[in-house]
């Protein structure tokens, strides 16, 4: 099983539509979660961090689910401009240390008008 | 503010030639963190460090490849004797504090081996 896990894409939405992202990890260990966005020939920038609790950032809504090491990431009312690739991203923590970045392949997102 | 730098941008090399990639991170981030990232792929870690002092290196492919960071500030990844393998876009982060959450990525060095 590969460390970070995502729907292979690509996702084709008209402008407006509601569109949800999954995610699934392998280390149990894992504390830290994120998704990070890359435009086409551009650098990857955090999108938004995930807590155990949920959270939201206007249009865009992350869940965290512990126990099925499942991370979604729901995006309401798409505008062209969210057209990228979103990278799922887990902190490798283990024992004390710090841990370093996982980054899942990616999904890629177009919005059509 | 300067975010994080890399050069040369674009680096085309014979197959056995050494290769040196430099990476200038954000000033005073603690962590700086390199990567490789593939055509259709998410980065792929490679190591890191704090200030200058190296703290996991498990992602380096193997002995060809080497990073240094000796001054806290500047890091340089060698590979040596590159292989066609090689060729990739390698990625540099770093973040003001360790382990913090947010890592801030230069624009890439594209790396070719012909």
């Known amino acids: 099983r590969k460390e970070v896990e995502q729907d292979p894409g690509p996702f084709n939405v008209p402008e407006g539509a509601t569109v949800a992202f999954n995610c699934t990890y392998s280390?149990?260990?894992?504390?830290?979660f994120f998704w990070y966005r890359q435009d086409c020939r551009k650098e990857p920038k955090l999108l938004m961090s995930v807590y155990s609790s949920g959270n939201e950032d206007g249009r865009f809504t992350a869940q965290l689910n512990r126990a099925s090491q499942y991370i979604s990431l729901l995006i309401r009312d798409s505008k062209l401009s969210d057209s990228a690739t979103y990278l799922c991203?887990?902190?490798?923590?283990?024992?004390?240390?710090?841990?370093?970045?996982?980054f899942g392949k990616g999904t890629k997102l177009s919005v059509k008008p | 503010g300067a975010g994080v730098s890399q050069s040369p941008r674009y680096k085309v090399t014979k197959r056995g030639q050494d290769v040196a990639l430099r990476c200038d991170p954000i000033?005073?981030?603690?962590?700086l963190y390199w990567y490789r990232q593939a055509l259709g792929q998410g980065p792929e870690f490679l190591t890191y460090f704090n200030y200058e002092a190296q703290q996991d290196k498990s992602g380096l492919p193997n002995d060809r490849f080497s990073a240094e960071r000796p001054e806290g500030s500047i890091s340089t990844l060698t590979i040596q004797r590159t292989e066609q393998r090689d060729s990739a876009m390698y990625r540099c982060a770093s973040s003001r504090l360790a382990g913090a959450n947010e890592q801030f990525f230069g624009p890439g060095t594209r790396l070719t081996v012909l």
């Open positions: 991203v887990v902190n490798n923590r283990y024992g004390g240390s710090q841990g370093n970045l996982i």
């Open positions: 280390n149990s260990a894992s504390q830290s």
């Open positions: 000033s005073g981030h603690v962590s």
